[in-house]
């Protein structure tokens, strides 16, 4: 429910009524699926990430246009309950080690498979020097809270940024609501300024 309730936002054609602006799934074949990892980070709760031969996916990979020419990856880990035993602070870890595999394998691939990678994520006209990966969750109002917002990790001459997506007016296991709130931490979504009616006393 909760990833639905992503990606109807995300669909969304007017930016009046939308809170999560200019950022879209990365598609493969037109068709939005997870993206598949080599690192299983599932028990990234017990800070342990490892390397296996089925790994672990993205829950949501997409791309972020932070303002008119720059563009970022993004690595959303989903949560469908908030809690003190899988709280934000907790999920962040997995959002965290699955931005490390895309740095590394954009910054280790060769030229040409990293090329290929750039443009399958329609970022090929990005990252030409510094990579910056934004880790987020997302997940609904409840128990815990994030600690986090904006802060920067960094790897070498490359940036993952930590986010969260809280979801307000959503009750877990029921239905998704037109009311529903998506609080975020991203900067520069909606960067299109409206006009302001001018209400100035002429004489």
Not at 12 to 29: E, H, M, R
Not at 69 to 76: E, G, P, Y
Request: proline content about 2%; hydrophobic content about 35%; some cysteine.
């Amino acid at each position: 429910m909760v990833e639905s309730a992503l990606y109807s936002e995300m669909e969304k054609t007017n930016s009046d009524n939308k809170t999560l602006c200019g950022i879209q799934p990365v598609k493969f074949a037109n068709t939005r699926i997870h993206m598949k990892t080599s690192l299983a980070a599932s028990k990234s709760l017990k800070d342990i990430v490892e390397q296996t031969k089925t790994g672990g996916e993205i829950d949501l990979l997409c791309r972020r246009k932070c303002d008119a020419t720059n563009a970022r990856l993004v690595a959303i880990e989903i949560k469908d309950q908030n809690e003190t035993t899988e709280s934000f602070d907790m999920a962040i870890k997995q959002a965290v080690a699955y931005s490390v595999f895309l740095v590394k394998l954009l910054r280790k691939s060769g030229t040409k498979t990293r090329e290929n990678w750039l443009k399958i994520f329609g970022m090929q006209n990005q990252y030409k020097d510094k990579i910056v990966i934004e880790a987020a969750v997302a997940m609904p109002e409840g128990k815990t809270a994030p600690s986090y917002g904006g802060e920067i990790i960094k790897l070498a001459s490359d940036e993952i940024v930590l986010h969260y997506i809280k979801i307000k007016n959503y009750v877990p296991g029921e239905l998704i609501k037109d009311d529903v709130i998506f609080e975020h931490s991203f900067k520069g979504l909606c960067y299109k300024k409206k006009a302001v009616k001018d209400t100035t006393a002429k004489h």
